[in-house]
């Protein structure tokens, strides 16, 4: 299908096309987002469509995902036609806004378009779209107008792209005070954003939390519980599950702030039992959150240091489920041979002496395994891992050029609990050996390679990834 184009970010390509089946059916074909009313088709008899090409009413997941199937053929021309002129014009639309979004730095953003679509995508190494979807209401029977849509999508959008604080706060509870009509999904807009303010350490002024305050007096006792027998914070356990096994993080972080506004609204309205049990239920969810998602962890660190009371727990409990699971899906630690075999030189001589065992020092540390582009060029070294911010952090190369160790520390950047490393390169055919290390403090690292493994102890953690150039 075509492309776009939007002058601060130039050309603008779609969903990867090995993703947009899936995309259409969890956000195109989804009756709570609406996407009817911004293509002007029925969505259900796409998806009767959809469904004929089968025979049968229940379709499997994994039809969608064979190469030339029919499912495909449908899900594809879907995408082509509708969906994805839909998300790539929204994108493109000038009062369309967008900003880097606090889990990738500058290489991930969020847009948000005034009919209430989400857009993340990827700025390099080209734009790319990487889904698309209309953040809905948790209330069972509203059905949410393009509005309701506006307003959620602005909030969510606020808290992907912003540290949580004064910032945002305020926007969402004047926005919400500002597009009050009475109705549910209004009175659920105004709960949500006092209980979030009243939750933050930099909450908006006196007057505007006095006036949010007043209004929140109105609603009755019997809209109140009204309001909390129609919040369906099941579907959003679900949908949060189902982003942690698709390992979507841009979802994964939508869902976790769609389960943030239910917990603060059933706090606020006097359910703290079943914000407890909230709490607990996602975190059971966070604790399946892989090393490929541990970004989370960085970003409920920030929001848990902002923040107080309930929303404090929440964010803490998923910061600290999502950081022990990715250390336990971590490498597991190297024995002594293993570890032996990756590094060279004197190095190696070096850990044979010290005193602690290497299972000892293997431990503490999560990474991934380096990334390498592959071709004749020289390849660049891409790793991360996560590590507290309590503990230093060092790097050395050790290779054939540098068989005492190369500090590499600068090469390092950390954000919050992740760290990464990029800039360096190999040459095809080449092998190196990245030894990442974390102590208490800098005197525990200070020194060259060997007198930090010749003086490590159990506080010291260490690992050794092997880079192969591409061949």
């Known amino acids: 299908m075509k492309t776009t184009r939007r002058e601060d970010l130039g050309e603008i390509l779609p969903i990867d096309v090995t993703q947009q089946p899936r995309k259409v059916r969890k956000h195109f074909y989804c009756e709570r987002e609406c996407w ?53 014009s929204s994108l493109a639309e000038s009062t369309t806004t967008w900003a880097p979004q606090l889990l990738h730095g500058a290489t991930r953003a969020l847009a948000c378009s005034t009919n209430g679509v989400l857009i993340a995508f990827d700025r390099l190494p080209r734009c790319k779209v990487v889904t698309a979807f209309r953040p809905d209401l948790p209330l069972r029977s509203v059905s949410p107008t393009t509005e309701d849509f506006r307003h959620e999508a602005r909030r969510r959008w606020r808290q992907s792209v912003h540290r949580s604080g004064q910032h945002a706060e305020t926007e ?41 305050d007043a209004r929140l007096q109105k609603i009755s006792p019997t809209q109140q519980q009204g309001m909390l027998r129609e919040i369906d914070e099941a579907a959003a356990l679900d949908a949060l599950a189902d982003a942690v096994v ?117 431990s503490g540390i999560a990474v991934s395994q380096p990334s390498l582009a592959r071709g004749e060029r020289p390849s660049e070294v891409h790793a991360y891992g996560i590590a507290s911010t309590e503990r230093v952090l060092r790097a050395f190369l050790v290779d054939q050029d540098h068989p005492t160790g190369e500090d590499v520390s600068d090469l390092l950047t950390r954000t919050g609990l992740r760290w990464s490393f990029q800039g360096w390169q190999v040459s095809p055919g080449d092998d190196a050996v990245l030894v990442v290390l974390t102590g208490p403090d800098e005197e525990s690292l200070a020194g060259g390679l060997g007198e930090v493994l010749a003086r490590a102890g159990q506080d010291v953690a260490i690992d050794a990834l092997p880079l192969t150039g591409a061949r």
């Open 36 to 88: 009817g009313a911004l293509v002007g088709v029925d969505i259900g008899m796409l998806v009767g469509e959809f469904r004929a090409a089968f025979g049968h009413e229940e379709i499997g997941v994994e039809d969608e995902s064979v190469p030339g199937s029919r499912a495909t053929v449908v899900l594809h021309r879907h995408h082509d036609k509708f969906y994805g002129p839909a998300y790539l």
């Open 172 to 212: 969402d509870l004047a926005d919400a005070l500002a597009s009050d009509r009475g109705d549910l999904a209004s009175l659920w807009r105004i709960v949500v954003a006092l209980g979030r303010a009243r939750a933050v350490l930099e909450g908006p002024a006196a007057s505007l939390l006095a006036q949010a």
């Open 246 to 362: 698709e390992g979507d993080l841009p979802e994964l972080l939508n869902h976790l702030v769609a389960l943030e506004d239910i917990l603060v609204a059933v706090n606020l309205l006097g359910d703290e039992a079943r914000a407890a049990r909230l709490t607990d239920e996602v975190a059971v969810r966070a604790s399946c959150i892989g090393p490929e998602l541990v970004e989370i962890a960085a970003y409920a660190e920030r929001r848990a240091a902002a923040s107080r009371g309930t929303l404090q727990q929440y964010w803490q409990e998923v910061g600290s489920e999502a950081l022990a699971n990715a250390i336990r899906l971590s490498p597991p630690a190297r024995d002594r041979s293993s570890l032996l075999e990756l590094l060279s030189g004197w190095v190696a001589d070096v850990v044979r002496a010290t005193q602690a065992s290497v299972a000892e020092l293997v």
